[in-house]
């Protein structure tokens, strides 16, 4: 029975251990789930505090940077041209603006 119940006690301890590693792993997710939520809020606050102050940014678009048609089937954030008064040629395409796209933006404001 000896060998048996070494066994048992063997396996309990093997399940605290995993229960022990397993709440480390959760801490660490929620850890890293709350970091990665003060990265975005900053960015989401700085961004448009940036948008907010640039003149590039018109009708929902940065007038800064133009790009042809085919870059909107390339970049996901890249729509035709809809700025009142744009003064590139025909047919051409902006990137969209967001709190996101403005934070990391080259343009010192």
């Given at each position: 029975?000896?060998?048996?119940?070494?066994?048992?006690?063997?396996?309990?301890?093997?399940?605290?251990?995993?229960?022990k590693?397993?709440?480390?792993?959760?801490?660490?997710?929620?850890?890293?789930?709350?970091?990665?939520l003060?990265?975005?809020?900053?960015?989401?606050?700085?961004g448009?505090l940036?948008?907010?102050?640039?003149k590039?940014?018109?009708?929902?678009?940065?007038?800064?940077?133009?790009?042809?048609?085919?870059?909107?089937?390339?970049?996901?954030?890249?729509?035709?041209?809809?700025?009142?008064?744009?003064?590139?040629?025909?047919?051409?395409?902006?990137?969209?603006?967001?709190?996101?796209?403005c934070?990391?933006?080259?343009?010192?404001?």
């Open positions: 029975m000896k060998g048996k119940d070494n066994m048992n006690i063997e396996k309990v301890k093997e399940l605290e251990e995993l229960e590693r397993v709440k480390l792993l959760e801490k660490h997710g929620f850890e890293d789930s709350l970091t990665l003060e990265i975005l809020s900053n960015i989401t606050f700085f448009n940036k948008m907010e102050k640039c590039y940014a018109r009708d929902g678009q940065c007038g800064r940077f133009f790009l042809k048609l085919d870059a909107a089937k390339k970049i996901p954030i890249v729509t035709k041209c809809r700025i009142n008064g744009c003064n590139d040629e025909l047919d051409h395409c902006h990137l969209e603006l967001s709190n996101v796209s934070a990391f933006c080259p343009e010192k404001t």
